[in-house]
């Protein structure tokens, strides 16, 4: 009887003391594996079901990142209004239903409606639950947990695309589905942690903003977020057209496998997690503005190289490098972007308004150029807009020292 007693004890010990981590870095991950799954599946479900081209392509991924993008903003009183767990069970939910629904669709139009409600629906997600994760901390406190958080998201990214890759295989309408369960897997854990973790179900009674004020606010709000703004933008403009036109491309053009897209995929999101491991626990980037504008200018040169060296192999190398980057530049923009800050749910969803705008304009624009010249111009374009980006770092940094 001693050892059942003591695993119940021990049990009912970890129920008691489980916090709000305990739902958000497991929902973060799920969520993740789901939504990248989604994405780069639908680039094969499109092309199978409709035979639709790159321009389409795009122009369906930029869809759910503006959609995204305004409810993230039309949404902002919402945010301080609702509990945050409730946000995102909602938002989990809505996307199970959504997804189903886009299944069942027979016209094209009537899948980018169902684009739209899916963008709406994880706009319910992720500044809530960054809020609600970010909410009492700062300085190397701040860059750990944030740390933790995107580890997990980003080991989501790495699992969706390579599941993505094979089960678009078999079939792509096989990894719609397995969106579904996903999502659903996600609804079951917070709706459970809510009712059994005391933590996690008592949590969020007093009003969101008024807590903030009392305990974040420190004064000591930082100008190096506007550069790191610029660069979390220019680099997701990379990323809307790595997520959507480059699977198109290297599918129709190069040739290469389902199974092969998707592992290049995973290879970015591998070492984008890594490097977000990494950033975590390393202080020597906070309030430096060097780093901010390197990463950007590797970014760009990375870009051109895979314009001449097309190959799978050096295709992953060049993506690995790109993941590094990409971590910098949104790890810059979320602690820079919520150090100090009164109302962290707020600068979240400043964030994500950039990093959308960013994907937005990748996808879509890169799905014109492509159709209207080649991929070396997509690429071309994409190392101008990075190195334009890296110049206003640089202005903006030198503008910051000169009023100092």
């Not at 899948?111 to 809020?131: E, K, N, R, T």
């Not at 680099?235 to 190069?254: K, N, V």
Request: proline fraction near 3%.
């Amino acid at each position: 009887m001693a050892f059942p007693e003591t695993i119940f004890k021990w049990l009912n010990n970890l129920r008691n003391e489980a916090g709000k981590t305990t739902v958000i870095y497991p929902t973060a991950f799920l969520v993740a594996v789901s939504i990248s799954l989604y994405m780069l599946g639908m680039v094969f479900y499109l092309r199978d079901q409709f035979g639709v081209s790159a321009k389409v392509v795009g122009a369906f991924q930029a869809v759910w990142w503006l959609s995204y993008l305004i409810f993230c903003i039309v949404l902002q009183p919402v945010y301080n209004r609702i509990l945050p767990r409730v946000l995102v069970l909602m938002s989990t939910a809505l996307s199970c239903i959504v997804i189903l629904g886009l299944l069942t669709a027979a016209q094209l139009w009537m899948v980018f409606i169902y684009q739209v409600l899916f963008g709406a629906a994880i706009s319910l997600c992720w500044p809530p639950l960054m809020g609600w994760l970010s909410h009492g901390f700062e300085g190397r406190e701040l860059s750990r947990i944030q740390g933790k958080y995107n580890l997990c998201w980003c080991t989501g990214g790495i699992a969706g695309p390579f599941l993505a890759g094979l089960l678009s295989n078999e079939s792509s309408v096989l990894t719609i589905y397995a969106v579904v369960c996903l999502f659903f897997g996600a609804t079951c854990l917070i709706a459970g942690a809510a009712m059994t973790f005391p933590a996690v179900g008592k949590a969020g009674k007093v009003n969101d903003v008024k807590a903030i004020d009392e305990v974040d606010a420190k004064g000591i709000e930082t100008p190096l977020r506007y550069p790191a703004w610029v660069g979390i933008f220019v680099s997701f403009l990379f990323t809307g057209m790595i997520t959507s036109i480059y699977p198109y491309y290297a599918r129709e053009a190069l040739m290469i496998s389902e199974p092969d897209i998707g592992t290049l995929m995973s290879v970015r999101a591998l070492f984008n997690a890594a490097a977000f491991i990494l950033l975590g626990y390393l202080t020597f980037w906070h309030f430096r503005a060097w780093q901010m504008v390197a990463a950007v200018i590797i970014m760009a040169t990375l870009t051109m190289a895979m314009e001449y060296f097309p190959e799978v192999v050096p295709t992953g190398f060049f993506l690995a490098g790109a993941g590094v980057m990409a971590a910098m530049t949104y790890a810059n923009s979320l602690f820079h972007g919520t150090s100090g800050s009164k109302n962290r749910t707020f600068r979240a969803a400043v964030h994500e308004v950039l990093l959308s705008l960013g994907s937005v304009g990748g996808a879509f624009l890169s799905g014109i150029i492509y159709e209207q010249y080649s991929m070396s111009g997509v690429y071309r374009f994409f190392a101008v807009c990075l190195l334009l980006g890296a110049a206003i770092q640089v202005l903006l940094i030198f503008a910051m020292r000169k009023s100092k």
